[in-house]
């Protein structure tokens, strides 16, 4: 069974701030993809990285995928309180064919301004 | 092009029933998947359906099923309702592989 540990759990900081949120496997997956999820709302797609080592930059957001492609992290710089919500990762498994996603489970950030 | 929908947005059922829930894609997706949300276990896969097929199952108890149409509007079923399955259910739709767009889910109240 694959498993994605998330960390941390909550992250509260002030607007202006840098943070990180990790996302770790001792599997490996063929992508990973970040989502973030507002209260009352599905989880939005933010990116999807596939390539070990492979870095996205998505305005104020940086996502890296490990060289093993077992872990993955999120930096936002400057943060903004528009950034508050659960971010999520999530694995695909490379031996299924299709669609079947394996979630982290979720870091909740808040962003005070 | 509209995303993807979910109905009922909300349900309330008592143990013992069974519940349908709706999910109609976004135009052009053929592969819709299913997943539980809860405070304790978080996103949990339930099953894919692609092209009316059943691709792929979570592991999940036989009272949940679920079936897609011609159209790739899909249901999920859960029968004899228990309390823990109590949850947000989410519907995704996609085109490709690894990349799902979401719905806002069914928030189920089992009491």
């Known amino acids: 069974t694959q498993l994605l540990e998330q960390s941390p759990q909550f992250l509260s900081i002030q607007e202006g701030e840098n943070l990180t949120v990790y996302c770790n496997s001792s599997s490996v997956f063929s992508s990973l993809q970040w989502y973030r999820q507002e209260p009352g709302e599905g989880p939005v797609l933010l990116v999807t990285v596939v390539t070990g080592g492979e870095v996205k930059k998505l305005k104020r957001l940086t996502f890296q995928f490990g060289d093993a492609r077992k872990d993955s992290s999120l930096h936002i710089t400057a943060a903004q309180p528009g950034d508050t919500g659960l971010y999520l990762c999530?694995?695909?498994?490379?031996?299924?064919?299709?669609?079947?996603?394996?979630f982290g489970g979720g870091t909740r950030v808040l962003v005070k301004p | 092009k509209a995303g993807v929908t979910q109905t009922p947005r909300y349900l309330i059922k008592t143990r013992g029933q069974q519940v349908t829930l709706s999910c109609s894609p976004i135009?052009?997706?053929?592969?819709v998947s299913w997943y539980q949300q809860t405070p304790g276990q978080g996103l949990q896969f339930l099953f894919e359906y692609f092209s009316e097929t059943q691709r792929n199952k979570g592991n999940f108890p036989g009272r949940f099923s679920g079936r897609q149409f011609s159209n790739s509007r899909s249901e999920m079923n859960v029968s004899t309702l228990e309390l823990g399955d109590s949850a947000l259910y989410l519907c995704a739709s996609s085109l490709s592989l690894n990349e799902q767009f979401f719905g806002p889910g069914t928030r189920l109240t089992v009491l």
């Open positions: 135009s052009g997706h053929r592969s």
């Open positions: 999530a694995g695909g498994d490379g031996k299924a064919a299709g669609n079947k996603l394996t």
